[in-house]
């Protein structure tokens, strides 16, 4: 089996995780989902445009159950994620909320797609989750909350959602043009629940950051993400995307100054392991 697929989600993971320090550049006080809703507004609006341009957009055929799905599956995820984080803090959100998401992921496409998760997808899945826990184990503030542990599992099957309904899109519809699709709706969705307007986007210091996370966090990284998706499936493209918070703590150690403890380090090699069982075994377990 081709590995590409698998370096396409692993890099669009990379820039996923990136959001959380470039995020920290934005001067103004602006809500999460305010900043998630211009992102997808720049990132789906730049793809949206391009492929108009392209003539790869046709309206009366195009696949609408599927991409109005995709899109409110990633607008409550995010919504989701971000509220949950207030009740449980960022450690407890996301462990909770990335953590779960594979397991969600496997059991839909098992349940629904009828398509049952190999043992290597199993072991690198364990090894990634196990990884997670101990990654953020001893970081942040942590609040036991209901309420906040159940927002957090349902932004967990929010993403396994998208992935899977993103997966049936890509079926019959381009890569690009499906993002563009999914993402300029996905704003729309969060745009009246964003109370802080659009001004502050233009102010000097909040352009370029707003601006990579539009484009590189969000078109570069979602076109990239659905590339992998067409090739492999869900589950082990949302087990994957847990090199998302593995790149957010690696740029918090050696650009932001963060400590790790021990403990976190060995969450980090776990989850390089479960990676690397993921990508690998499962080529050679193909041939």
């Not at 997808?40 to 159950?65: C, N």
């Not at 109005?68 to 960022?90: E, M, Y």
Request: with cysteine; hydrophobic share 55%.
């Amino acid at each position: 089996m081709n590995s590409l697929p698998y370096i396409f989600v692993l890099l669009a993971a990379v820039l996923w995780g990136t959001v959380g320090t470039i995020q920290t550049f934005l001067q103004e006080d602006v809500s999460s989902i305010t900043v998630a809703a211009v992102r997808s507004a720049i990132g789906g609006g730049a793809l949206l445009i391009a492929a108009l341009a392209m003539k790869k957009i046709h309206f009366k055929t195009w696949s609408w159950k599927w991409t109005i799905l995709a899109a409110l599956t990633i607008a409550l995820f995010q919504s989701l994620f971000f509220t949950s984080v207030r009740f449980t803090g960022v450690a407890i959100g996301t462990v909770v909320t990335i953590g779960s998401s594979p397991v969600f992921s496997g059991l839909v496409e098992w349940v629904i797609w009828k398509r049952r998760p190999n043992r290597i997808w199993a072991i690198a899945t364990l090894l990634a989750i196990v990884g997670c826990v101990l990654l953020f184990v001893n970081r942040g503030q942590a609040t036991i909350s209901p309420i906040g542990i159940l927002l957090a599992l349902s932004a967990g099957l929010m993403f396994a959602l998208y992935t899977n309904c993103s997966k049936q899109l890509t079926e019959t519809e381009e890569t690009l043009p499906a993002v563009a699709m999914t993402f300029t709706l996905c704003a729309l969705m969060l745009l009246p629940f964003s109370g802080d307007g659009v001004a502050w986007v233009f102010h000097s210091q909040n352009f370029l950051p707003i601006l990579f996370m539009g484009l590189a966090a969000t078109s570069l990284a979602y076109v990239l993400f659905l590339a992998g998706l067409e090739k492999i499936s869900s589950s082990s493209a949302v087990t994957l995307s847990l090199a998302e918070p593995l790149t957010a703590s690696m740029l918090g150690v050696f650009w932001v100054g963060e400590y790790l403890s021990a403990t976190s380090w060995i969450g980090v090699a776990l989850l390089l392991a479960g990676i690397v069982v993921l990508t690998v075994g499962t080529s050679r377990f193909a041939k």
